[in-house]
C-alpha cells in the first residue's frame, strides 16, 4: 500500500489568511481525498479528486491534482478559527485507504 | 446523515486482559475497518472486512483479530492487552463501489498499564 504525505507537517496563519497544504504520493492512484480530523468531531471527509480531474471546488476548499509529479495541493482560503485541525490526504487502490501523517493547522482568532 | 458509533470513548485496561472494541455503522455499508492511530505515525490499518464473516489484514494485525457477524457491527478483539497497543482505535465504513468514502467513528482512546 502506499502513503500520502503531507507537507508541512504544522502550519500556523491569522483568521482570514488562505492555507495551503501539499501531499506527495508514490504509485498510480484511483483518486485521492483529503480528510480532517479535529478533537470535537473525529475524521470526516472533505473532498475526493479523480485522476482524471486537474482541480475541484468545495465552498472554501480548492483541491489541485498533478498526475505527472504525483502531488495534490489543498487550499483553504478566508480561513477561521474552526478550520484548527488536522488534515489528511489519502489515496485509494480497491476499498483500502492509505493515510499519511497530516498536516496540523492552527488558525489564530 | 451517516452515523458511525464506538462503544467507548475512553477505555482503561490492564496488561493481559481481553479488549473488545465495538463499532456500529448504520448505512448498511458493505465495507468496514479499524485503524490505530499514534502520533507521528498517522492512521494506520490493522483489519478490514469486506462482508459478513469476510476479514482481511491490514498493515499492522499482529496481536488484534476482529469480528464481523452482522453487517452493521465489526468488533476488535486485543487477545492480551499489551502497553504498547495503548492508541486511539478508530472504526470506518465504507460502500464497497463508488466514491470509496470513507465515514469515521468518533474513537476510542484506550491506554493499556
Known amino acids: 500500500s502506499q502513503q500520502g504525505e503531507e507537507d508541512p507537517q504544522a502550519l500556523s496563519i491569522q483568521e482570514g489568511e488562505n492555507a495551503t497544504m501539499n501531499c506527495s504520493y508514490k504509485?498510480?492512484?484511483?483518486?485521492l481525498q483529503w480528510y480532517r480530523q479535529n478533537s470535537g468531531r473525529g475524521l470526516v471527509h472533505l473532498i475526493l479528486?479523480?485522476?482524471?480531474?486537474r482541480e475541484k471546488h468545495s465552498g472554501r476548499l480548492r483541491v489541485t491534482l498533478d498526475t505527472s509529479k504525483k502531488s495534490s495541493s489543498l487550499l483553504i482560503t478566508a480561513s477561521r478559527a474552526a478550520d484548527t485541525a488536522s488534515y489528511f490526504c489519502t489515496d485509494n487502490a480497491g476499498n483500502m485507504l492509505t493515510f499519511g501523517g497530516g498536516t496540523r493547522l492552527m488558525v489564530k482568532p | 446523515d451517516v452515523k458511525v458509533t464506538q462503544s467507548s470513548r475512553y477505555l482503561v485496561k490492564r496488561t493481559g486482559e481481553k479488549v473488545f472494541l465495538e463499532c456500529v455503522q448504520d448505512m448498511d455499508h458493505e465495507n468496514m475497518f479499524w485503524y490505530r492511530q499514534d502520533p507521528g505515525l498517522g492512521l494506520r490499518l490493522i483489519y478490514f472486512?469486506?462482508?459478513?464473516?469476510?476479514?482481511e489484514k491490514g498493515d499492522i494485525p499482529e496481536g488484534y483479530s476482529v469480528s464481523r457477524e452482522k453487517k452493521e457491527r465489526f468488533s476488535l478483539i486485543l487477545e492480551s492487552a499489551s502497553t504498547n497497543q495503548t492508541s486511539m482505535y478508530l472504526c470506518a465504513s465504507s460502500f464497497m463501489a463508488g466514491t470509496y468514502e470513507q465515514y469515521f467513528g468518533p474513537g476510542t482512546r484506550l491506554t493499556v498499564t
Open positions: 472486512s469486506y462482508d459478513v464473516k469476510m476479514k
Open positions: 504509485t498510480s492512484i484511483n483518486n
Open positions: 479528486i479523480r485522476s482524471n480531474e
